[in-house]
């Protein structure tokens, strides 16, 4: 996993990660049903596992998606994000009223994305980070390249850099091991 030189320095700041959805925390695939509807979205386990346990050391999360769907809503519910921003494809707004409900600065901020529509986002926050298959303008950007692509374990890869550069890593596996109870995959 590429790793760019201050990326560790920048890591360490944040406070808020926000997440893409389509091809991010899914593998980008659109599964609908005749009528036009979403019949699905596959979640990775691990990735939500990360935004929990993340959240229990104070690590705040927030979804960002070009698209909408009560799969998203339903899935954010589940992993207690509060900050969820639906049918976005222009992230840009979304993006000023997050940080104007967290009172955060760009520096502490991370965005996970993999494609065009996320660059304008990317170049404004601390911590740009991409999913292993982003597109080239995407990785090009980047600070950190996760090795594997989304929807397969690239969050969780991106939150174990943070937690870890930040020294909160074995506070979460403390706080799993202790108190598991609203730990969600």
């Not at 996993?1 to 899914?26: H, Q």
Request: proline share 4%; hydrophobic share 45%.
């Amino acid at each position: 996993m590429p790793i760019r030189e201050g990326a560790v320095v920048r890591a360490k700041k944040i406070k808020c990660v926000i997440l893409d959805v389509d091809g991010v925390l899914t593998d980008g695939g659109i599964y609908a049903a005749p009528d036009g509807s979403e019949l699905f979205k596959p979640f990775f386990a691990r990735d939500g596992l990360a935004v929990s346990l993340a959240r229990k050391v104070g690590l705040t999360t927030a979804i960002i998606t070009g698209r909408a769907s009560p799969i998203v809503a339903n899935r954010a519910k589940e992993l207690h994000i509060d900050l969820v921003y639906q049918g976005r494809l222009d992230k840009r707004e979304a993006y000023a009223d997050i940080k104007a409900q967290t009172g955060l600065s760009d520096e502490a901020f991370a965005y996970v994305g993999d494609d065009l529509v996320d660059l304008p986002i990317l170049r404004q926050v601390g911590l740009p980070c991409a999913v292993g298959d982003a597109v080239p303008e995407v990785k090009e950007i980047a600070q950190i390249i996760a090795a594997q692509p989304g929807g397969r374990g690239a969050v969780r890869e991106i939150y174990e850099i943070i937690l870890k550069t930040q020294g909160l890593w074995d506070r979460v596996l403390t706080a799993f091991q202790n108190d598991a109870g609203d730990a969600v995959q």
